[in-house]
């Protein structure tokens, strides 16, 4: 299973300042976050993480693009092989991104990592694709927006990942934690809430609503 590891830029300067950055938007948000603080953080002159990046902006941009790449190689890998064999994969994602969790989760909520949101909606249509051929009815909407509203709930599990340890009686970082949070997805993925009846009575009761 795939880490957030290092290509032969991670021997460098370049990536010491890219993981700085990460944690000062993580911890401060990008406004916030000073080149200055984020060179001192890395080690490093203010000059030179202008000279790597340009701008706050670019560097975000930066981070984003490598956060993109790791999350491209999980995905690649999950598809390849989607049971588990040698590690948990839940808990595999979460040892990966876990330095960088504060980061998505202050920028989501600041409107921010569009980049990253947009790849794991196009990653969720490449699932869907597979997984609508199984259907035996037609989807009540159109893929792009199933993998949409699907990603943002996926996310929701960093973002709340206080209070969903706190829920769970045990912190989803921990062994016990991911194995749990595994147990609960695939119960959930595996188990709907209602019966397609059901939910084919209720969308035609959406649309006499609309038509009203």
């Known amino acids: 299973m795939a880490r957030v590891e290092a290509d032969f830029e991670d021997l460098t300067a370049r990536a010491r300042i890219r993981d700085a950055a990460l944690r000062q938007f993580g911890e401060l948000g990008f406004e916030r976050a000073t080149i200055r603080g984020i060179a001192e953080a890395a080690g490093v002159s203010s000059g030179l993480v202008r000279h790597h990046f340009g701008s706050k902006e670019e560097l975000r941009e930066e981070c984003e693009q490598?956060?993109?790449k790791a999350l491209r190689?999980?995905?690649d890998e999950t598809r390849a092989d989607p049971r588990p064999t040698e590690v948990n994969p839940v808990g595999a994602a979460q040892q990966a991104f876990g330095p960088y969790q504060p980061y998505l989760a202050r920028a989501l909520a600041e409107g921010r990592a569009s980049a990253v949101f947009d790849e794991m909606v196009r990653m969720s249509e490449e699932w869907l694709e597979e997984a609508d051929k199984a259907?035996?009815?037609?989807p009540f909407a159109g893929r792009k927006a199933r993998a949409t509203?699907?990603?943002a709930m996926s996310l929701a599990v960093p973002v709340l990942h206080?209070?969903?340890s706190r829920g769970l009686g045990?912190?989803?970082s921990s062994p016990e934690g991911?194995?749990?949070l595994a147990l609960v997805l695939l119960d959930l993925y595996s188990h709907p809430t209602i019966t397609p009846e059901t939910a084919a009575s209720l969308r035609d009761a959406l649309e006499k609503l609309r038509e009203t």
């Not at 259907?135 to 037609?138: A, I, K, L, Q, S």
């Open 135 to 138: 259907r035996p009815d037609p």
């Open 66 to 68: 490598f956060l993109i």
């Open 170 to 172: 045990v912190d989803l």
């Open 178 to 180: 991911s194995h749990l």
């Open 162 to 164: 206080q209070h969903i």
């Open 149 to 151: 509203v699907g990603t």
């Open 73 to 75: 190689r999980l995905n």
